[in-house]
């Protein structure tokens, strides 16, 4: 598998080669990310096992959740 460098979907640079490695979700290049405070928001999820309705608290343990911040055009 080749790793090419995309295109920023915000500034319309270069994304390099070596951050696409990295991050295969990556839309964005080093400056935006920076510029965004990172491309995605984490959260974390409670896991929940108990059976729907249920009032016994049965976490299983947490996931993370990560969303993409929208994209805004940089100024
Ligand atoms: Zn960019």
Do not use: H, W
């Not at 290049?29 to 510029?35: F, L, M, N, Q």
């Not at 990172?38 to 059976?51: A, I, L």
């Amino acid at each position: 598998m080749t790793i090419v460098p995309r295109t920023c979907e915000r500034c319309g640079g270069v994304v390099p080669a070596e951050r696409v490695e990295a991050l295969p979700n990556t839309r964005v290049c080093v400056g935006c990310s920076r510029a965004m405070g990172g491309e995605f928001d984490v959260y974390v999820v409670p896991e929940q096992t108990g059976k729907a309705g249920s009032l016994k608290k049965n976490y299983g343990g947490y996931t993370t959740k990560k969303v993409r911040k929208p994209l805004r055009p940089a100024e």
